[in-house]
């Protein structure tokens, strides 16, 4: 088995814990994450598994093949075993077979109790930093994905996954060494990078010293440990109060009139034209930490379109507030409660966010309008969590044009499209038969039901002219 990057074969004899040689080198200079194959300990797997594994070559090769039926995850198993077989031919079929494993299969097992080295190899083989098959996302939430695979996951995956890890603090407590993988990624910012270690040094599982390093090496710049910093603050304040106590004895005292020594205080004044800047907290959004974690601008609530005298349809921002850029750099729950408490503007961007759990908030807002719920469902940029999400929801399914913009998705499965082309009007019926903008599975489909109905339309008018 080759692996990737132009490395050299990398299937070895790993049977025992992997410890140390797990943990690989940064693959952010290759612009990829090295593959490599570790073999199952036999022993463990389920003696249905370990039954097909002892027939004879020719049963294996057909199992190689996935021409024999097995349970899907039997079948993963098996494949995966097969891979490290004494006769090359049914190990490189095998690989291949695992290699062509469909999408909706891989995101059951990154789910679901299997090996680790399956999971590994998942993650390994099957990486996309993009994740448009939604696999990093099941298998960085999976607890039996090893931690070495985690923080190679970690190193090159994007900011989405990050958050998701960030938040996933079951793990922090189990594996907290993953928070050093967080400033190796590009993709890390200050704001996200701040909320994992607030929580990391509030359950002590980093010292004030290594959160600052963290923090330091996230944003570019040299660590500055704490012991440091306060050496450095110590010298401030002691020079300040040196040159305090210069200017104190060079300055001179005036007496009151009543005898008494005064001295001219300075104090800031605001002027009274200066608006005030506010901001908007939410209720509950202080932590036990003091940390806020829903501090919003005004400009993303509801309230604001109120308070500026817009109607929902026209609060556009304008040349305003960039809210892409300050949507950007708020964490998974922030998102998730701006997607709920958020406006028009808000909405309509959370609701294409890669994270499905952010978009489905957002469609299951109670200020979603039909209007909105329309352009999701013609949106080719929305997830399929929310495509479903409409199809299950019975209110939306009342409107028609939801439904249409349903079928005219390229994105909706053909099975929520072919249950919803016999609510379609005779004309938009014909009209989606003709369309090249459809899938060919649909545009058939409606020409099927065009010619069943016609042929019912025949047969009714032969028996009324018998």
């Keep these: 088995m080759n692996s990737t990057n132009g490395e050299t074969d990398a299937r070895n004899d790993v049977t025992g814990p992997v410890e140390e040689d797990l943990h690989l080198a940064d693959m952010t200079q290759l612009g990829g994450i090295e593959l490599r194959y570790i073999p199952l300990e036999l022993e463990k797997l389920p003696p249905q598994v370990l039954q097909h594994l002892q027939q004879p070559a020719q049963h294996r090769l057909l199992l190689a093949k996935s021409l024999l039926p097995l349970p899907p995850l039997d079948m993963v198993l098996v494949l995966y075993a097969l891979m490290n077989d004494i006769e090359d031919q049914i190990a490189e079929t095998a690989e291949d077979s695992f290699d062509d494993l469909p999408p909706n299969l891989l995101r059951h097992v990154a789910k679901t109790r299997v090996p680790w080295q399956v999971l590994d190899y998942i993650a390994r083989n099957f990486f996309d930093e993009n994740d448009r098959e939604h696999l990093l996302e099941l298998l960085v939430v999976n607890p039996y994905l090893h931690v070495d695979t985690l923080k190679d996951i970690l190193r090159l995956c994007n900011d989405g996954i990050l958050e998701m890890v960030a938040n996933n603090h079951n793990r922090l407590i189990k594996d907290p060494e993953i928070l050093w993988a967080f400033p190796e990624n590009p993709n890390i910012n200050s704001a996200l990078m701040s909320m994992a270690l607030e929580f990391a040094v509030r359950m002590d599982l980093v010292s004030g010293e290594e959160a600052e390093t963290l923090m330091a090496q996230a944003s570019g710049e040299t660590p500055v440990t704490r012991s440091d910093w306060k050496a450095v603050r110590g010298e401030e304040e002691e020079a300040l109060a040196e040159d305090g106590q210069a200017e104190l004895e060079a300055s001179p005292v005036e007496e009151s009139s009543e005898g008494e020594p005064t001295q001219e205080i300075a104090s800031e004044t ?188 025949k047969k009714r008018q032969k028996e009324n002219d018998k």
């Design 270 to 457: 605001v002027s009274e034209n200066e608006p005030a800047v506010e901001t908007t907290v939410m209720d509950g959004a202080a932590t036990e930490g003091g940390y806020s974690d829903l501090l919003f601008p005004p400009f993303l609530h509801e309230d604001y379109e109120e308070w500026a005298g817009l109607e929902p349809k026209e609060a556009e921002l304008g040349e305003g507030p960039n809210l892409r850029d300050a949507i950007r750099q708020m964490t998974v729950p922030q998102k998730i409660r701006m997607a709920s408490r958020g406006n028009m503007e808000a909405r309509k961007i959370l609701i294409e966010d890669r994270l499905a759990l952010v978009a489905v908030a957002a469609l299951n807002s109670p200020r979603i309008t039909k209007g909105e719920v329309e352009n999701a469902a013609s949106n080719k940029m929305v997830q399929p969590e929310i495509l479903d999400g409409i199809y299950s929801d019975a209110g939306h399914m009342r409107n028609y044009q939801i439904k249409l913009a349903l079928i005219y998705n390229p994105k909706t499965p053909i099975g929520i499209s072919s249950k919803l082309i016999s609510f379609l009007q005779e004309k938009d019926m014909k009209a989606l038969a003709k369309s090249k903008a459809v899938p060919q599975a649909v545009a058939s489909i409606a020409r099927q039901r065009i010619e069943m109905a016609e042929a019912r339309r």
